[in-house]
């Protein structure tokens, strides 16, 4: 079956760095990619969102780039803070003309931020 | 404020017997969903609902049932049949947008362990 996954468990980060977290996915008509970020003991929170027609997209603080060749996805997190310290997980869904039912969610990073 | 409500945050169970885990959201959201998230492991989807009275299975329904008798609620039963109930559980909610995806709000979870 498909999989989204990543390619690191772990990641630390000293405070102030910016950090990438990578993410991989096998469905080449994927279409719909999402990053979520869940701290401990708690639901995730929806960070940022990028469709297969872009190749990068920009929040506040955070970047998704989108690299359809390799089939690979990553998130960029600038200037992290401690409250950034968190299991980040990618999800993606193989069209967008679909419910949130067809999401796929990968295993997740443990991002901790090194004060 | 506006959010999602799961309760209990987190019980204890006794092999055979059925609990129900409460779901209550506040947003107005027609579409909702339950996950069980396990250590190592990507979301997966139990049971999901797109309107009032209406739910369709997920990836793992054997063991578990729902019902959505309100738009603000859709409770989750773990049943006996579910033979690895210890998991934690989120339920999640959304716009039900006509043309696709839309961001999952979760709640914080409810830990369930069966002794």
């Known amino acids: 079956g498909e999989s989204v996954g990543l390619h690191l468990p772990t990641l630390s980060v000293q405070e102030g760095d910016n950090s990438i977290i990578n993410c991989a996915y096998s469905n080449s008509a994927s279409d719909y990619f999402i990053w979520y970020k869940q701290e401990s003991g708690k639901g995730p929170q929806f960070i940022i969102d990028i469709r297969s027609n872009m190749d990068k997209r920009q929040g506040q603080r955070v970047t998704v780039l989108l690299n359809k060749t390799v089939k690979h996805l990553s998130l960029q997190i600038a200037a992290t803070q401690p409250g950034d310290s968190a299991v980040y997980f990618c999800?993606?869904?193989?069209?967008?003309?679909?419910?949130?039912?067809?999401?796929?969610f990968g295993t997740g990073t443990r991002l901790t931020i090194i004060p | 404020d506006g959010g999602i409500t799961q309760s209990p945050k987190y019980l204890f169970r006794k092999e055979g017997q059925n609990v129900t885990l409460s779901c209550e959201q506040n947003?107005?959201?027609?579409?909702m969903y339950w996950y069980r998230q396990d250590p190592g492991q990507g979301l997966r989807l139990i049971y999901y609902s797109q309107i009032v009275n209406d739910f369709q299975k997920g990836d793992i329904a054997e063991g578990y049932s729902v019902s959505r008798e309100k738009k603000e609620s859709f409770p989750l039963t773990v049943t006996s049949a579910q033979k690895n109930p210890t998991a934690f559980y989120l339920c999640?909610?959304?716009?039900?947008?006509?043309?696709?995806?839309?961001?999952?709000?979760f709640g914080e979870g409810s830990r369930l362990t069966v002794l």
């Open positions: 999640a909610s959304s716009i039900d947008r006509e043309m696709g995806t839309g961001e999952l709000f």
């Open positions: 947003l107005n959201h027609d579409a």
């Open positions: 999800a993606e869904s193989p069209t967008l003309f679909f419910g949130n039912e067809k999401l796929t």
